[in-house]
């Protein structure tokens, strides 16, 4: 993980209880891929989705305040900066960022697979 200052050395070892590979709070798993990319998701594009909305946005910073994750990021389709605070107690997070290169990938092999002339749409009227 990314972040914009260092962290005091109890919140390093409270990062490190809470990582994708620790069995403590599996529900932080928040930033899916399809293949294991590393940890740092700065600088990434992900479709972030929420009980509310979903779009593309870049991750700019990761920040603690104990018991809260905070992700800052940019909205790609309107170009503003928000933030977004995970609990880290909280059993089912409200969103999820899944990785955008492999949206694309899923979509172009979906384009790829739909252009081959056996499945052409036949319409009858």
Avoid: Y
């Avoid at 409270?14 to 740092?40: A, M, T, W, Y």
């Avoid at 990761?62 to 809260?68: D, K």
């Amino acid at each position: 993980m990314q972040h914009s200052k260092p962290f005091s050395l109890a919140t390093e070892e409270f990062l490190d209880g809470i990582s994708p590979v620790s069995v403590k709070c599996p529900q932080l798993q928040v930033f899916l891929h399809r293949k294991r990319e590393g940890s740092n998701a700065t600088g990434h594009e992900f479709l972030m989705v929420t009980d509310c909305s979903f779009g593309k946005v870049k991750i700019l910073d990761i920040s603690v305040e104990e018991p809260e994750i905070i992700i800052e990021f940019r909205d790609c389709a309107v170009d503003q900066v928000g933030n977004i605070r995970i609990n880290v107690c909280d059993p089912s997070p409200r969103v999820l960022f899944i990785s955008w290169r492999d949206v694309r990938e899923m979509v172009i092999a979906e384009i790829n697979h739909k252009s081959e002339p056996d499945d052409l749409l036949e319409f009858e009227f």
